[in-house]
């Protein structure tokens, strides 16, 4: 079946912009994960949600950071005012049920923040 | 915090060489995760281990839990190996805690 799927794949953006990124999870993973990847370090964990509700958003770096998952599926991360700092490959992954089962990862969604 | 350390953080080897990935972390766990992440940054998941040993083809992956320590083992390297091998803990319920990654490189 189809995997976790990210759009868009790439993102460039102006300093004090807004954006959205989304992800598409497996169908039926009741958990999914964000993480962060600068360029050559492992991903942070940002915010993971079980169903709809966010279950830990210790991760997110400030409140400028912000993600949804309104209908227990897509999930959204929206980034206000956006510096040069947050340019890194945006993560998403699902898994069945959290905590027991493989997280499966989508391809990433590369921001750059001029 | 737990605190995940990777070694060697880059690898280059010849095609048919045993390869060891290593990675300690400092606060124990209930599972260790590692993935394999190609140019490009997909990431696979390889294993996800608790206790003992795991083996999936050429690739076997080992925890010693009272070490805090785990290693990736790569039989019969072959250039399709070459990709960047990060160690990952579950810390607390859900959320992973990845190190910093090790670039492998087999030649032909």
């Known amino acids: 079946g189809a995997g976790v799927s990210q759009t868009p794949s790439n993102k460039v953006t102006e300093k004090g912009k807004y954006v959205e990124l989304r992800c598409d999870p497996i169908?039926?993973?009741?958990?999914l994960y964000w993480y962060r990847q600068s360029l050559g370090q492992g991903p942070e964990f940002l915010i993971y949600?079980?169903?709809?509700?966010?279950?830990?958003d210790s991760g997110l770096p400030n409140d400028r950071f912000f993600a949804v998952r309104p209908e227990g599926s897509v999930s959204t991360l929206k980034i206000q005012r956006t510096e040069r700092g947050d340019s890194a490959v945006y993560l998403c992954?699902?898994?069945?049920?959290?905590?027991?089962?493989?997280?499966?990862f989508g391809p990433g969604t590369r921001l750059t923040v001029l | 915090k737990n605190e995940v350390e990777q070694s060697p953080q880059n690898l280059t080897a010849q095609e048919g060489e045993f390869i060891t990935i290593n990675c300690s972390y400092s606060?124990?766990?209930?599972?260790l995760h590692w993935l394999q992440q190609h140019p490009g940054g997909g990431i696979v998941s390889l294993f996800m281990?608790?206790?003992g040993k795991k083996k999936h083809g050429r690739l076997i992956a080992t925890i010693n839990i009272q070490e805090k320590h785990s290693s990736l083992h790569i039989t019969a390297s072959h250039p399709r190996d070459s990709a960047v091998y990060i160690c990952?803990?579950?810390?607390?319920?859900?959320?992973?805690?990845f190190g910093q990654g090790t670039r492998l490189t087999i030649n032909p």
């Open positions: 992954a699902s898994s069945l049920r959290a905590g027991v089962d493989t997280q499966y």
């Open positions: 169908s039926g993973h009741t958990a």
């Open positions: 949600f079980q169903g709809t509700g966010a279950a830990d």
């Open positions: 606060v124990g766990i209930s599972a």
């Open positions: 281990l608790s206790s």
């Open positions: 990952a803990v579950k810390e607390g319920a859900q959320k992973l805690v």
